[in-house]
């Protein structure tokens, strides 16, 4: 079953979910979480929903310290929503997903029910949730030998190669000499080894197919193009695609991007402009294309200048490129001011500028973005933090921490700040706890090895 998007939800799913989010924002879990359960209850497949009620889970169960003998007390209230789970998983996996949602809203760390709630997932043909589900048990259970074997099939079930082969690292360094987990862990690095290499588009497919000329065209495609006579090809072909279709965006954006590949920019900006021009000049993405063709210009001009020996011209061109990045930029989120992605690229920007209170106004209305939220609330501490204004840069990033229910790359980079920002206010203890987050999961992080030996010794 496919993911479906909030940009695809009917307007009624569109406004539960903005008010959950907003509940989310202001700390009410509890009305939060019914509002996504609404949400889920009309658009099981809005991914997006299940992650922020995984959140509002989780920290409301936090919130009120449970632990062992919670989870046995809910295993206890909950037994007769698990048979009913389990009786409606053949007949109507979408109904028992939905048992179990209820069920981990009391105790979303609760084995039988993350158990019962993973197998609804699959039945309902939602791997997504499985996994979303199994990510988080692992936060909680980092060393629980079923979970992450479970997570670790799961992830090469769906083609996410590298991360299985992760998990599976993990398993063999708990049981080294456990048979089936080195064959698993040999199997992974196996799957994962061949996706990178590409070697699944190997094999005798030519055979099956009776259009060789289209055999041919998608073999240059796949291989990422590498030589000028199959990029020459390719744009003989979208050529000849927009001449028959001439008011199709699709065809000259993609004929835009073989001339970058084959570093013909002027030609590039030339078709994107046309494209822009057919649009009615108001499409974004093109907008950003656009951008990215000048500045890939500037990238060929500074490594020209350095192949040369020209370090001060490089130089000035680099400065130069930074400039234009900046202020185009700034031009994008005033011709398209209600687009938040773009005023979170210009917070960035600004941020790596030194312009803190112009990217503190960006990230402040970037966070109303649920994809972009964290990272707006991460930045907008950093730049606290390079006000010296430590007590608010912890508040963002205790805001955004209570909002991450996966230990991924921004949680740990959130991690990782609230726990440098304490060691500079002098609460080493608290900043030694954050640390150790990290640690567990990940101790080639940055510099976490040293901190917490050095914590140790």
């Not at 909950?78 to 209820?102: C, R, W, Y």
Request: charged share 30%; glycine share 6%; net charge neutral.
């Amino acid at each position: 079953m496919a993911e479906v998007t909030l940009q695809e939800a009917p307007r009624k799913i569109r406004d539960m979910y903005e008010k959950g989010f907003a509940a989310m924002e202001r700390g009410n879990t509890h009305y939060a979480m019914d509002m996504f359960m609404n949400v889920l209850d009309l658009e099981p497949q809005l991914l997006k929903a299940r992650h922020f009620l995984r959140a509002a889970q989780v920290k409301e169960f936090k919130s009120k310290n449970g632990g062992q003998m919670t989870h046995v007390l809910s295993s206890i209230t909950g037994i007769f929503g698990v048979l009913s789970a389990n009786a409606a998983l053949k007949k109507d996996p979408l109904k028992a997903l939905k048992i179990t949602e209820s069920l981990l809203r009391s105790d979303p760390l609760n084995k039988m029910f993350i158990d019962i709630h993973v197998r609804s997932a699959l039945a309902a043909d939602l791997p997504e949730v499985a996994l979303l589900m199994l990510e988080v048990a692992r936060e909680f259970y980092p060393k629980d030998i079923a979970i992450l074997k479970r997570l670790g099939q799961l992830y090469l079930d769906n083609n996410l190669t590298a991360k299985g082969r992760e998990v599976y690292e993990i398993l063999l360094s708990l049981k080294p000499n456990d048979p089936k987990v080195v064959k698993a862990y040999k199997d992974a690095s196996a799957l994962d080894t061949m996706n990178k290499g590409g070697w699944s588009d190997a094999g005798s497919y030519r055979d099956v197919m009776k259009d060789t000329g289209e055999a041919t065209r998608l073999e240059q495609e796949a291989k990422a193009v590498k030589t000028t006579k199959d990029i020459d090809s390719l744009i003989e072909d979208s050529l000849s695609k927009i001449q028959k279709e001439p008011d199709n965006i699709n065809y000259r954006r993609g004929l835009a991007d073989l001339y970058v590949r084959a570093e013909r920019m002027d030609e590039a900006l030339q078709t994107l402009q046309e494209a822009q021009d057919l649009s009615g000049g108001a499409d974004p993405q093109i907008d950003r294309a656009i951008s990215n063709v000048k500045l890939k210009q500037f990238d060929h001009e500074i490594a020209a200048l350095k192949k040369a020996g020209d370090t001060d011209g490089a130089e000035a061109k680099q400065q130069e490129r930074n400039a234009f990045e900046l202020q185009d930029a700034a031009e994008r989120v005033k011709r398209y001011p209600n687009d938040l992605q773009f005023r979170y690229d210009l917070g960035v920007l600004q941020y790596h500028n030194g312009q803190l209170n112009e990217a503190i106004q960006q990230f402040q209305q970037a966070q109303r973005n649920p994809q972009r939220r964290t990272r707006s609330l991460y930045h907008m501490a950093l730049c606290f933090k390079q006000k010296q204004q430590y007590d608010i840069a912890l508040e963002q990033l205790e805001k955004a921490l209570s909002e991450m229910p996966v230990m991924d790359a921004t949680k740990k980079d959130t991690l990782y700040e609230l726990g440098s920002i304490c060691e500079t206010m002098g609460d080493k203890e608290k900043a030694a706890r954050y640390f150790k987050e990290i640690y567990s999961v990940d101790i080639g992080y940055r510099d976490i090895s040293e901190k917490i030996e050095k914590g140790y010794a």
